[in-house]
């Protein structure tokens, strides 16, 4: 996970990324006045030595790693950060920062810890939290029943360390296969922990456990509806480098999705769906004028 963060509008991604993003985010905070935004930024780094982390060290070091940046360290910085992305057994870093060595029998133990102080320092840097998806629904096909209860098992240490997360937000969603979601039942515990009264995500419970995307009411004004959510989001922000207006581009969106509609009546058309309006929009947003004069979209 730690590879994989990606900070918000950015395109770069692991801890280096985070520590930089959150440095330039402080900074800029104060972008006409550089003496008080490096005030500013050296007072953040230094009252980030009183946050209760989940795991102290973890925090610790993501403290010297921003003071690490901000001071142009590049190998401390370099060092620092491969530790807190997960080189943790490499003795020259153990060495050179004194931390202690996790061994591959202890890192389940500490990874835990490690993310949750990972989505405690996301908040103190002032962004809204942290979302982690893991959209690997096929590790569960077919599995035999020691595989199994170990996924179980994982879901219901991941709630738990949720339901005791402090001062930090955290989403995690799982792609999972029915068969999994069926044997919750054997799993009392876990399944105490997913049930939800009354209404369910698509009748407008957003704070559902469970998100069952074989459960549609109106499946075609589903496809609709996301169809004209895409359009809607990529006009919000590009609006000026679209050459075609919004409502032509909705009535295409739209239009594609009735389309699939006919063809479709599996629960992947979603998926064909998102592919053929991104690809519409970003053709009109590449070559719109091109678009404009063939009314075609091309396969990417």
């Keep these: 996970m730690a590879h994989e963060l990606r900070t918000p509008r950015s395109q770069r991604h692991g801890i280096r990324a985070l520590i930089q993003e959150a440095v330039a985010y402080k900074r800029n905070q104060v972008p006409d006045n550089p003496a008080a935004a490096e005030m500013l930024l050296n007072g953040w780094i230094s009252a980030l030595s009183d946050v209760d982390y989940k795991w102290p060290f973890y925090g610790q070091l993501l403290r010297q790693a921003c003071a690490a940046c901000a001071e142009n360290q590049e190998e401390r910085l370099e060092s620092l950060c491969r530790w807190l992305g997960g080189e943790m057994d490499n003795a020259e870093h153990v060495k050179l920062l004194k931390a202690p060595k996790i061994t591959s029998a202890e890192s389940n133990l500490y990874a835990i810890r490690a993310l949750h102080t990972l989505a405690q320092f996301v908040r103190q840097v002032g962004w809204s939290g942290t979302v982690v998806g893991f959209d690997e629904a096929e590790q569960g096909f077919q599995v035999d029943t020691r595989k199994k209860q170990r996924i179980l098992s994982m879901l219901m240490a991941d709630i738990n360390g949720l339901n005791a997360l402090q001062n930090g937000s955290l989403l995690m969603a799982y792609a999972l296969t029915p068969d999994i979601v069926a044997d919750f039942d054997t799993f009392p515990a876990l399944q105490q922990r997913v049930l939800h009264p009354g209404a369910d995500f698509f009748e407008g419970n957003v704070l559902a456990p469970l998100i069952d995307l074989q459960r549609r009411q109106n499946r075609d004004q589903e496809l609709v509806e996301i169809a004209g959510r895409l359009v809607s989001l990529m006009y919000s922000h590009w609006a000026d480098s ?59």
Aim: charge should be negative; include cysteine.
């Design 242 to 300: 679209m050459a075609v207006p919004e409502a032509e581009a909705l009535g295409r969106a739209q239009a594609a999705a009735s389309r699939l509609a006919a063809e479709d009546l599996s629960s992947s058309v979603r998926r064909t769906l998102v592919k053929e309006v991104c690809t519409m929009l970003m053709n009109i947003y590449d070559d719109g004028w091109a678009f404009v004069a063939t009314g075609q979209e091309t396969e990417v």
